[in-house]
């Protein structure tokens, strides 16, 4: 028996590689299926709450159709009567009832297109800004490991850019598709009516037509593809470059930025040259075939009638139904272009929508409560890659509820590491951290991060009132514990000679106010937040000596009754520590008081001389 497939079958093989490319769904392999049909099922599921706005759009693009082939149908009724009306005494009346009839036709299409316009796009703005809102949602989950391999210009087009795209899709596809089929399956069964032979001939030209869209459809998705991606570097570049301007003026090196900027907008353009080439040949080819049409009819109804197969009333008949015919391939045009920005959006949204954190609730979390704060590392190793190099290894470690832990050591060893461990930045790749005895992966996030508080070395203020920054972890702050923070933390008084006090707005970043006041802010905030364990990442680092001074005083107030570890560069912040750890590539080296550590002579005490040197 043979196995060479019939022609039949071959055939049918084509046409299904050809829709594949118009709808890229590349021949891949069955996961790759698989996550396809997932994503079609995803993708219809957004029309779910808005059914009923659907059905009413469907239903007006159905009378957009309806009165669409009416109208040359009227015509032709007009035409085919003028010799019966000619005799006639009421013949003027006769026509002003038909033009009445046609008036509202024309009334009823003019109201289902606006209604189909307006109400049709207001769904497809709903369904965007519902897209985009889990886009931000999702982000907002994503561990610290996914932002680390992420930059933030590509994730703020996926927000931005692609939803946009995707909310015309959601209202044009059904609308677009719904019209189109209609009028052309009714434009071509009046033409079979009036003259099947002319019919016949525009059906032969299709198969062309769709070709020849097909192909530079392709053209266009790889175009269109390429440049989300690089408007992406784009705006990577402009975050990039204006929020570190003040470094760049600096340097005096807006030119060099001006260059990288203008070489990303290059490759922007490139793909934008290339998307629009397949793009002005995909519409001009879809435009000379429905002049083709027109020319077809033209002819074809002309060398008919002269046969007397057709009459005046039918060639002019024919003449408006090309003119409806002609609608659903531009709208065919319109749907091919918001397909390809739209479905490639709806994809890039879905790769970061589809994105598991690292980081998230195990199924049988539970909730932390009463938080004592004792803490401890058992056997802990870590690495940032599978491939990098481990950053701890094996390391254990205990801290008492209360304890007011101090770490120390070179830059790179593991510090702020060990402490990102605590609140689950990251999870361990071997051993385990606890919180009171309780695995850290075994209790909600949200209540882990609510008992933990912390001061990192990357001082980060959002735009916004001194007082919203600050109430950032207390939203139900009263103004009485703000103040009292602020004064914790050494800020109370800058603040006070601010323009409006804790009004005023400090600008993005905090860009209004010193190094030296941003962390102090940062500080009180975590004040403010009063958890149960509080970590401090070189929190004073950009302080002055009598700033530090101040807040190593009100830290000593602070951290009675709770745990705190402390990540200190300058010695001087940590001498007053239960427990200093000293901490080397090795592992922890030395452990003890500042005057213990002192006597024995070894790396804390070297660490110290160093430091009286400078």
């Known amino acids: 028996m043979s196995l060479k497939p019939s022609a039949g079958a071959a055939s049918a093989a084509k046409r299904a590689s050809a829709l594949s490319r118009f709808f890229f769904v590349p021949r891949t392999s069955p996961a790759a299926s698989a996550i396809g049909r997932a994503r079609w099922r995803r993708f219809l599921s957004y029309y779910r709450p808005h059914l009923p706005l659907l059905m009413a759009v469907l239903a007006c693009a159905v009378l957009v159709s309806v009165t669409a082939i009416a109208l040359p149908l009227l015509a032709n009724l007009i035409v085919t009567r003028l010799p019966e009306l000619a005799g006639s005494p009421d013949a003027v009346g006769e026509l002003l009832k038909l033009g009445g ?46 932002y680390d391999r992420q930059r933030t210009g590509q994730l703020m087009s996926r927000i931005t850019n692609d939803s946009l795209w995707l909310g015309e899709l959601f209202h044009h596809g059904p609308e677009d598709l719904a019209i189109s089929v209609l009028k052309f399956a009714g434009a071509m069964a009046v033409l079979i009516w009036i003259d099947p032979i002319i019919a016949l001939s525009i059906a032969g030209l299709l198969p062309f037509a769709i070709g020849y869209a097909l192909y530079f459809n392709n053209k266009m998705n790889i175009a269109l593809r390429t440049s989300k991606e690089r408007i992406a570097g784009v705006n990577e570049r402009v975050e990039d470059a204006l929020g570190g301007v003040r470094v760049v003026q600096s ?37 000379g075939f429905a002049q083709l049409v027109t020319i077809v009819v033209i002819v074809l109804g002309a060398m ?106 070179p830059s790179g060893v593991g510090k702020s590491t060990l402490c990102s461990l605590i609140p689950r930045f990251y999870d361990v790749d071997a051993g ?85 006041q941003k962390q102090r802010l940062t500080i009180a905030r975590a004040f403010l937040k009063n958890p149960p364990v509080l970590i401090f990442d070189e929190a004073t680092s950009a302080l002055d000596n009598e700033s530090e001074r101040a807040i190593q005083q009100s830290l000593m107030t602070l951290v009675k009754g709770r745990t705190t570890l402390v990540i200190a560069h300058r010695l001087s912040t940590v001498r007053h520590a239960d427990r200093i750890l000293v901490l080397l590539p090795e592992g922890i080296v030395e452990e003890g008081t500042h005057e213990q550590l002192m006597d024995q002579n070894g790396a804390y005490a070297a660490l110290h001389a160093m430091q009286g040197r400078i």
């Not at 060099?256 to 001009?284: K, V």
């Open 251 to 287: 340097f005096a090196n807006e030119a060099d930025e001006m260059a990288r900027f203008e070489a990303e907008n290059a490759r922007f353009l490139r793909s934008r040259s290339d998307g629009y080439r397949s793009e002005a040949l995909l519409w001009s080819g879809m435009d």
């Open 304 to 409: 008919r009638m002269l046969s007397g197969e057709i009459e005046a009333a039918g060639l002019l008949t024919l003449l408006l139904c090309v003119g409806v015919l002609l609608d659903p391939i531009k709208r065919f045009d319109n749907f091919i272009r918001l397909w390809q920005e739209g479905y490639t959006g709806f994809v890039r949204a879905m790769e970061l929508l589809e994105t598991d954190p690292d980081i998230a609730d195990a199924p049988e979390a539970h909730a932390l409560e009463r938080v004592r704060g004792a803490i401890a590392f058992d056997n802990v190793s870590f690495r940032y890659e599978s491939d990098a190099p481990g950053v701890l290894s094996g390391l254990s470690l205990t801290i008492r509820p209360g304890e007011f832990v101090a770490l120390v050591g």
């Open 101 to 146: 009839i046609l008036l509202a036709i024309f009334a009823v299409q003019a109201l289902a297109t606006y209604f189909v316009d307006y109400r049709g796009h207001v769904m497809g703005a709903r369904i965007e800004a519902q897209v985009r809102s889990e886009l931000f949602e999702h982000c907002q989950r994503l561990s610290f490991s996914f």
């Open 432 to 516: 385990k951290v606890t919180l009171d005895g309780q695995d850290v992966r075994q209790v909600t996030l949200s209540s882990l991060r609510r008992n933990v508080g912390v001061v990192q070395q990357d001082v980060y203020l959002f735009s916004g009132t001194v007082a919203d920054n600050l109430r950032y972890g207390r939203p139900d702050a009263s103004e009485d514990e703000i103040i009292a923070a602020a004064k914790a933390a050494n800020a109370h008084d800058f603040i006070t000679f601010l323009p409006q006090g804790y009004d005023t707005d400090i600008g993005q970043r905090g860009v209004k106010l010193s190094g030296g």
